[in-house]
C-alpha cells in the first residue's frame, strides 16, 4: 500500500460514506416489514434491532474520526458495515425484498466507489477559468462530501414521509442529527454566496412559505431541513461540477441525454409512487406506478388508475412534480438553474443544450432556457388563479380550489392530462372560464419556447420580422384548431354535443379540437364518438403540437414541410417551398423520416396489442395512437389492459416522448459516410 497521505477532499468523503452507511443502515432497520424476522415489521424497533443500530452508528462514528485523520485501516470501514449490513438485511429479503434489498445495493455501490473509484480531489483542472471565490474554495475542499450527506439526508427524509414512519422517534432523531449536521458543514459555503450575491437570501425567506408551522415543531423543523438542503444542494451543484460528472460521456451524443434524463426521471419517480404514502389504500405495484410514472414524466396523460381516489395529495403531489419537470425538460431546468444560482456550462454542454433546442447561434441557449422557465411559471401561475378563483365561486374550499387550480393549470400547460376529477373536466363542460383557461394554456404550451419569445419581443415592440418557424407554427395551429372545431361540431353536433346550448357547443368542439393535440384533457365522453370522429380525432393526435413546446405528435412543422414536398416532387421542382423560402432537403428527408418511424412504431405496437388483448381495433388504434403521441386520451380501454398492453404503453409514451429521430440518433448516430454508389433506378407506385 502506497505510503502518500490520503487528500484531505478524500478523507472526508470517506468520513460522509461512512456516515450515509449507518444512516440508511438505521432507516433501513426501521422501515423494513419483517414481522417474523428480527426488525420486526414497518416502524417498529426490537432489540436485535436496537443493538444492531448502536453497534453501526459507534462503527461509523469510529472509522470516520479514523478517516477524517488520515488513518489508512479507515478504508476497511466501509467493507466492515458492509458485511453488518448483508449480514442483518439478508435474511428480512424474504419478507421485504425493496427495502432490504435497496440497503445491500447502497452499501455494495459505496464499498465500490471506496476500493475502484478515484479519490475526490477537486475539479481543477477542468475549472481553471473559473474565479477563486470562497464559496468555490469551499466546493473544491468540502463538495463530494456535502454532496454525500446532501442526498443521504434528502433521501432519510423522502423515506419517512414515503414509508409514513414519521411517529418513529429513531427515525425523527436520525433524520434530524443528519439535517442539523448539514447545516453545519455547509453553514460557512451559505454565507460566502449570500456575501457574494445577497440576493440569493430570497431563496432562503422563500423556505418560510414551505414550512408547516401548525405542526408540531419536530415536523416543522424537519421539513424547514429539508427545504434548505435542497436550495443548499442546488447552490452546491451549480458550483460544482455540474455537468462535467453526470453527462460527460453523453455530451456527443445529445439524444441519449435526454433518453438518460427521462428515464432516471421516470424510475425515480415510480419509486417513490410506490411508496405507502402515495396511495390513499395499498400501496401500488411497481408497474402501475411505473406506469403512472412515465405518464406524468412523458406528459401524457394516460392512467390505469384514478388519480383523485386512487393517489394520496403526497401521491398527487409526485405527480404534478414529474409532470413539470417534464414540461420544462431536465437540460433546460438545469441550465437555468446553473445561470440563476451563478454556475457557467463547459462549452460541450453548451453546445448540447443548443442541439437539444435546435439553436443555431452560440450563446442564444441560455437566454431561451431562461425565458422558457420563467415563461412557464408566469403562464401556469396566471392560469392557477384564475381556475382556483372559479373554483372557490363554485362552492370549493379555498385550499382545495388552490390546489385544483395548480394541478390543473400545470397539468394543461404542460399537456398532460391527469385530473383531479374522476371524469376529466366533464363536470365543467358548461363553464366558459375554465374551458377558456385551460384551451389557452394548452395552445400556449403547444406553439413552442421559440414561438413564445418571438411573440413577447412583439408584444414589447420589437417589430421583428416573424420567422419561418413562428409563422409556419402559427397559422398551422390557427388551421387545425379551426379545422378541427367544424369537423368536430359537424359530427358530433347530435351525438356527445347533444343537450346542450350552441355556444356550449362550439365551446366544447373547439376544446376538443384543441385538446386532441397532445392537451389530453376531454369534456365530453369519448366512449360514445362516432367512428368517423374517431378517424378524425387519431389524425388531430398524430399531428400534435409544435417542435420546441410541451406537446408530442409528429409536430406541425413536419405536416407542413411533407405538404410543401408534395407539389414539389409532382412539378419536379429541386427544393420544397414554404411561403416563400426554399426548404433545405435535409429537412424534408428529416420530416420523412420522423413519420414513416413514428407510423412504422404505431403499426407494430398495435399488431403486439390486438394478438394480446381481445379489444375493439378502433379503441387499440386510438389508444396507442394516444401513447405515442402522449396526448393521454382513451375510449376507455386503459383500465383494462394487462402487464404485456401496460408496458406496450410504458414504451410507446417514452418513445414519443424523446422523439422518434432523438432514439435513433441515441442508439447510434454517425456522421455521414464518404462512400458513393452508383444510382439504380426502380419503378414504384
Known amino acids: 500500500m502506497s505510503s502518500t497521505p490520503v487528500p484531505r477532499p478524500t478523507r472526508r468523503l470517506q468520513a460522509a460514506r461512512l456516515v450515509g452507511l449507518a444512516a440508511v443502515g438505521v432507516l433501513g432497520m426501521i422501515v423494513t416489514d419483517s414481522p417474523l424476522g428480527h426488525f420486526g415489521g414497518s416502524s417498529q424497533v426490537t432489540l436485535l434491532g436496537t443493538i444492531y443500530a448502536a453497534v453501526l452508528v459507534a462503527l461509523s462514528g469510529l472509522f470516520s474520526l479514523a478517516a477524517l485523520q488520515g488513518r489508512r485501516w479507515a478504508s476497511w470501514g466501509s467493507l466492515i458495515l458492509l458485511s453488518l449490513n448483508v449480514g442483518a438485511f439478508l435474511p428480512a429479503m424474504i419478507h421485504d425484498f425493496p427495502v432490504a434489498g435497496a440497503v445491500m445495493l447502497w452499501s455494495g455501490v459505496h464499498v465500490a466507489n471506496e476500493f475502484f473509484v478515484a479519490d475526490a480531489r477537486g475539479h481543477r483542472a477542468r475549472r481553471q477559468e473559473q474565479k477563486v471565490t470562497p464559496d468555490f474554495v ?31 422517534r429513531v427515525a425523527d432523531l436520525t433524520c434530524l442529527l443528519l439535517g442539523l449536521g448539514v447545516v453545519v458543514l455547509t453553514g460557512p459555503f451559505m ?32 421539513v424547514a431541513l429539508s427545504l434548505y438542503q435542497i436550495v443548499v444542494f442546488a447552490f452546491v451543484l451549480a458550483r460544482g ?30 419509486l417513490v409512487l410506490s411508496f405507502p404514502a402515495s396511495a390513499r389504500g395499498e400501496p401500488l405495484s411497481f408497474l402501475d406506478a411505473l406506469f403512472t410514472a412515465t405518464s406524468a414524466a412523458c406528459i401524457t396523460g394516460l392512467a390505469v388508475l384514478d388519480t383523485a381516489t386512487t393517489f394520496s395529495p403526497f401521491g398527487q403531489g409526485v405527480i404534478l412534480i414529474l409532470i413539470q419537470l ?17 454556475g457557467r ?16 447561434s452560440p450563446g442564444a441557449a441560455y437566454k431561451l432556457a431562461s425565458f422558457i422557465v420563467v415563461a412557464t411559471l408566469a ?8 381556475l382556483a378563483l372559479r373554483f372557490s365561486q363554485h362552492g370549493m374550499p379555498l385550499l382545495d380550489a388552490t390546489w385544483f ?19 376529466s373536466l366533464i363536470s365543467q363542460q358548461e363553464d366558459p372560464v375554465v374551458l377558456g383557461t385551460i384551451m389557452a394554456l394548452v395552445v400556449v404550451g403547444s406553439v413552442g419556447f421559440s414561438v413564445l419569445a418571438a411573440l413577447w419581443l412583439r408584444a414589447r415592440g420589437v417589430h421583428r420580422r416573424f420567422s419561418l418557424q413562428t409563422r409556419v407554427v402559427l397559422w398551422m395551429t390557427l388551421a387545425l384548431i379551426v379545422l378541427g372545431t367544424l369537423l368536430y361540431a359537424l359530427l358530433e353536433w347530435d351525438a356527445t354535443l347533444a343537450g346542450m346550448s350552441t355556444f356550449d357547443k362550439w365551446m366544447n368542439a373547439a376544446f376538443q379540437s384543441i385538446t386532441l393535440r397532445s392537451g389530453g384533457f376531454n369534456t365530453v365522453d369519448f366512449t360514445g364518438v362516432e367512428q368517423a370522429t374517431i378517424a378524425v380525432m387519431m389524425v388531430w393526435m398524430f399531428i400534435g403540437a409544435a417542435p ?27 427544393r420544397a417551398v414554404l411561403m416563400r423560402r426554399a426548404i433545405p432537403n435535409e429537412i424534408v428527408y428529416r420530416a420523412a423520416t420522423i413519420v414513416t418511424v413514428a407510423g412504422l412504431i404505431t403499426a407494430i405496437s398495435v399488431v403486439i396489442m390486438l394478438a394480446t388483448h381481445n379489444l375493439p381495433f378502433s379503441h387499440v388504434v386510438f389508444e396507442v395512437v394516444s401513447a405515442v403521441a402522449t396526448v393521454g386520451l382513451s375510449l376507455g380501454i386503459t383500465d383494462d389492459l394487462h402487464a404485456i398492453g401496460k408496458w406496450v404503453l410504458i414504451t410507446l409514451m417514452f418513445i414519443g416522448r424523446v422523439g422518434p429521430t432523438s432514439l435513433a440518433l441515441a442508439l447510434g448516430a454517425q456522421k455521414a459516410g464518404r462512400v458513393t454508389f452508383p444510382e439504380g433506378r426502380l419503378m414504384v407506385g
Request: hydrophobic content about 55%; proline content about 4%.
Open 138 to 168: 469551499w466546493v473544491q475542499r468540502y463538495g463530494a462530501a456535502a454532496r454525500h450527506i446532501l442526498a443521504v439526508s434528502l433521501i432519510a427524509n423522502l423515506s419517512i414521509v414515503g414509508f409514513e414512519i414519521a411517529n418513529s
Open 191 to 222: 454565507l460566502a454566496v449570500l456575501r457574494q450575491k445577497p440576493r440569493h437570501l430570497i431563496w432562503l425567506a422563500l423556505l418560510l412559505l414551505g414550512v408547516p408551522w401548525g405542526t408540531s415543531a419536530l415536523n416543522a423543523g424537519l
Open 241 to 270: 461540477p455540474l455537468f462535467d460528472d453526470l453527462v460527460q460521456s453523453f455530451l456527443h451524443r445529445p439524444a441519449l441525454l435526454l433518453l438518460s434524463t427521462f428515464g432516471t426521471m421516470a424510475a425515480t419517480g415510480a
Open 326 to 342: 417534464g414540461g420544462l425538460g431536465i437540460m433546460v431546468l438545469s441550465t437555468f438553474a446553473t445561470i440563476l444560482l451563478g
Open 345 to 360: 456550462l463547459a462549452l460541450r454542454s453548451e453546445q448540447a443544450l443548443e442541439e437539444i433546442l435546435d439553436i443555431q
Open 379 to 386: 403562464l401556469e401561475a396566471l392560469g392557477a388563479g384564475i
Open 405 to 423: 387550480g395548480v394541478f390543473h393549470a400545470v397539468g394543461a400547460f404542460c399537456h398532460a392530462g391527469f385530473s383531479l376529477w374522476p371524469d
Open 548 to 574: 420546441g413546446g410541451t406537446g408530442g405528435g409528429i409536430k406541425v412543422t413536419t405536416l407542413a414541410v411533407l405538404a410543401a414536398a408534395l407539389p414539389a416532387m409532382l412539378y419536379n421542382q429541386p
